[in-house]
């Protein structure tokens, strides 16, 4: 969970029309930080004011009514050839008719060639016109549905609220499979891992749209445990979305712990985003260190030429360090 967040910063690259390489100079709109949310919207984040001299700066092109359908990743001003892709192209299909939005997104190598992901060559999420989602899909590289793959890479939405919707995910042939945690990109769009037997996981958005709480239900429609004594996790987040706090909550909606004794954890970012401290705490608010190597608070430090990971101090409840390199 820790390394996750540590790499939770999504390499989202896009590419225009095949056989049309994009230069630094046809870009003048640059961030640090480029990922994809709970509900599959982008979010730019941390402008880059100097792109030139940033080792990873996302450039972003814009249609006439404001929607990115190109983002490309520079190093020092060149395409970025490392991560899983190098360019994404961004799409829109839209039906009057239905009152919906398709947004596609591909992936692409250096050359301009599709570029498998994972299983997947692209995803796409489907929008109403009011912005809500309906339903998340992962495409192969002619663009239809993902499919004939060993696991589950769609998933549904249905909105009991105008603030809470409830995700499911769902084989190729529409057939109901317990929540999986699958994305390309191989990071989570949620913290929290989602054990097996758990089918529906509730979503309750703040005023901003962001996820502040998720729950799981089993197949039975009843609340279903992350681990024991969890049934919920609650999340604080900063003006960009990034989650700065969260907290375990158990089946009476009160404050509870995780099997290590850790009830809250918060997070600490850099100017590009990236994770620089992680703290946990007991029920009693004060630092409380994991069951496995007993960790209380980790600083990571990265390196000011390329952004690469430099340095991780582990640190006890009582303040000792424990570990790192």
Not at 63 to 73: E, F
Not at 126 to 152: C, H, T
Request: proline share 5%; glycine share 8%.
């Amino acid at each position: 969970m820790r390394r996750l967040f540590a790499q939770f910063l999504v390499l989202l690259l896009i590419v225009p029309a095949v056989g049309s390489a994009q230069k630094f100079s046809e870009f003048t709109e640059f961030y640090r930080s480029v990922r994809v949310n709970g509900l599959e919207q982008l979010v730019f984040a941390y402008p880059s004011t100097d792109p030139l001299r940033d080792p990873s700066a996302y450039g972003v092109k814009r249609d006439s009514a404001g929607r990115p359908v190109m983002v490309m990743r520079f190093y020092f001003g060149n395409p970025h050839t490392r991560g899983l892709w190098t360019y994404m192209r961004i799409q829109y299909l839209t039906s009057s008719e239905a009152g919906t939005t398709l947004q596609r997104r591909t992936f692409h190598a250096p050359n301009n060639a599709p570029m498998q992901v994972g299983y997947a060559y692209g995803e796409e999420a489907l929008f109403r016109a009011n912005g809500e989602i309906i339903r998340y899909a992962q495409l192969d590289r002619e663009d239809n549905l993902l499919g004939k793959v060993p696991i589950v890479t769609a998933c549904r939405y249905r909105y009991t609220a105008p603030t809470s919707v409830i995700q499911e995910w769902r084989f190729e042939s529409g057939k109901l499979h317990w929540v999986a945690n699958n994305y390309p990109d191989s990071s989570q769009r949620f913290l929290e891992h989602a054990p097996d037997g758990a089918y529906f996981r509730t979503l309750t958005m703040d005023e901003r749209g962001q996820v502040a709480q998720e729950s799981l239900l089993g197949i039975d429609k009843r609340p279903f445990a992350y681990q024991a004594g969890v049934y919920a996790v609650r999340y604080v987040r900063d003006t960009v979305g990034q989650i700065t706090s969260l907290s375990y909550i158990g089946a009476d909606g009160a404050p509870t712990a995780d099997t290590s004794g850790i009830s809250t954890i918060q997070f600490e970012y850099d100017d590009w985003g990236r994770e620089v401290v992680w703290k946990a705490f007991g029920l009693d608010e004060k630092p409380h260190g994991g069951s496995s190597d007993g960790a209380a608070r980790i600083v990571r430090q990265y390196s000011s030429f390329d952004g690469s990971l430099e340095k991780e101090e582990i640190y006890n409840a009582e303040g000792a360090r424990v570990g790192g390199e």
